[in-house]
């Protein structure tokens, strides 16, 4: 029990002093940081229209899903180099939750939230213990933007918790690449392959504290959006 306080204790000072050490000095850069993607899904939607809006801008992804590709100036949270860049970067994208060794005061950090709610969020999820929901909801109100793609999020995440900021609603870098990937779909349906079986997979994340209640392939909103 002594030896855990102790470790509890260093790591709080940890904590403090390299979130002491982010306002030292911040670069001109866009960090975006992923805790669960690696270079896919949220995280590669994010840095390919970041890339896509400033050309050049030194625009990197901080990870602790590392697997190196040709395609991302990528590195892992958990070397040097990558501890380095998110420390000192002055703009911050996330879709899940920022570095808790960054000052969020003294950056400018953009939330674009990757759930939906299909999942218990917050408050309502049990897997999440009371202090990673305190730094949440500590996150939440430090952001400079919160931007969601529908009203529906955005309501469980107000309530979840207990945002008290403004939350956007509007497109996303991953909406934009499923309208994208839709259009796709499109042309494919056109060319010569229309004929041809095409297979479409929704695979949601399913957690254990969560009592599946509605399902989204029956939804006419999703079915629409597929079919159009």
């Known amino acids: 029990m002594r030896s ?12 403090k002093t390299l979130r002491w050490t982010s306002r030292i000095y911040s670069k001109d850069s866009i960090c975006i940081y992923d805790t669960i993607f690696g270079y896919s899904s949220h995280t590669k939607a994010c840095y390919e229209i970041f890339r896509l809006i400033y050309p050049k801008k030194d625009i990197f992804i901080v990870t602790k899903k590392y697997k190196a590709t040709p395609d991302a100036n990528i590195y892992s949270l958990y070397s040097l180099s990558g501890l380095w860049h998110a420390l000192f ?18 950056r400018f950090v953009i939330q674009f939230w990757h759930g939906t709610p299909m999942k218990k969020m917050g408050k ?3 897997s999440i213990t009371k202090s990673v929901l305190k730094e949440m909801r500590y996150q939440f109100e430090n952001y400079d933007r919160i931007i969601v793609s529908d009203l529906i999020t955005k309501s469980s995440l107000i309530d979840g918790f207990s945002v008290r900021r403004e939350i956007q609603v509007s497109e996303t870098p991953y909406s934009l690449s499923l309208l994208k990937l839709r259009s796709t779909f499109n042309s494919i349906k056109k060319s010569k392959l229309a004929n041809d079986q095409i ?5 949601p994340t399913f957690r254990t504290s969560k009592c599946r209640e509605w399902d989204l392939g029956l939804e006419k909103k999703f079915q629409s959006f597929c079919i159009k």
């Open 199 to 203: 297979i479409l997979l929704y695979a």
């Open 124 to 126: 309502y999820d049990k």
């Open 89 to 106: 970067c002055n703009n911050i994208v996330v879709t899940v939750s920022a570095p808790r060794f960054l000052d969020l005061k003294h």
């Open 4 to 15: 855990n306080k102790i470790f509890q204790y260093f790591r709080y000072l940890v904590l």
